[in-house]
């Protein structure tokens, strides 16, 4: 019997971001992000996700935003396996310079558009160096929804968890610079992996994955 993969991507993304990662063998779906109520808890949104769970047991994997998501998720249900990409396990491993931001609420005071433009500096940001990497990465931060990228940067900010599951696995790059290496105890080192390595190094990715799930 095939395992069951949810897969979270990352803030504002969807699975266009795994579409280089080789799932072959595996029951995967995606989970979509859905629009957050106001001022809704990151656990009240992460319990109104795991109604898209149909399955005992499944295996998580979330990027980024969606790995956070995905420790939230796993706090709610039984899952075999979480694996998290280019994330972060808990508060402890954001780093410390986006937790001040939150402590002050520094965020709410920059323009959401500003979030939702894209330029040479975006791209350096997220480790994208080929033209059809950016040429996506412009696409989806074009398409996300400004009310959920608005909430979730706040959640990232503000996040309380301090649990470190113990069936949790971490994939990271050591050229991520929006979650930098330094920050993270990684199971996995993918070296030269920017902060959207599931584009560029998808192979070394895929590996990290296969190599995990046991």
């Not at 971001?17 to 799932?23: A, G, M, P, S």
């Not at 809704?40 to 319990?47: D, F, G, H, K, L």
């Not at 113990?166 to 920017?194: E, M, Q, W, Y």
């Amino acid at each position: 019997m095939m395992k069951s993969i949810y897969v979270l991507s990352g803030l504002g993304a969807d699975e266009r971001v795994f579409q280089k990662l080789d799932f072959s063998g595996f029951d995967v779906t995606y989970i979509q992000w859905i629009t957050p109520y106001a001022n809704e808890r990151i656990e009240n949104y992460a319990q109104r996700l795991t109604a898209q769970i149909k399955t005992h047991k499944p295996i998580l994997i979330g990027l980024s935003f969606g790995g956070m998501m995905a420790t939230e998720v796993a706090k709610l249900i039984e899952v075999e396996q979480t694996i998290l990409i280019a994330s972060a396990k808990n508060r402890l491993e954001i780093p410390f310079y986006f937790r001040l931001v939150g402590t002050l609420k520094l965020h709410r005071l920059i323009p959401i558009q500003v979030f939702k433009s894209h330029n040479i500096f975006t791209n350096w940001l997220f480790g994208i160096n080929r033209q059809e990497d950016e040429e996506l990465l412009k696409r989806i931060i074009l398409d996300t929804d400004k009310t959920f990228l608005a909430w979730a940067i706040d959640k990232i900010v503000t996040w309380k968890s301090l649990l470190v599951h113990s069936n949790l696995k971490n994939i990271h790059g050591t050229a991520d610079k929006i979650l930098p290496f330094c920050f993270v105890k990684s199971d996995v080192v993918v070296k030269n992996g920017g902060h959207l390595m599931t584009l560029n190094k998808a192979e070394e990715v895929t590996k990290a994955i296969r190599f995990l799930i046991k």
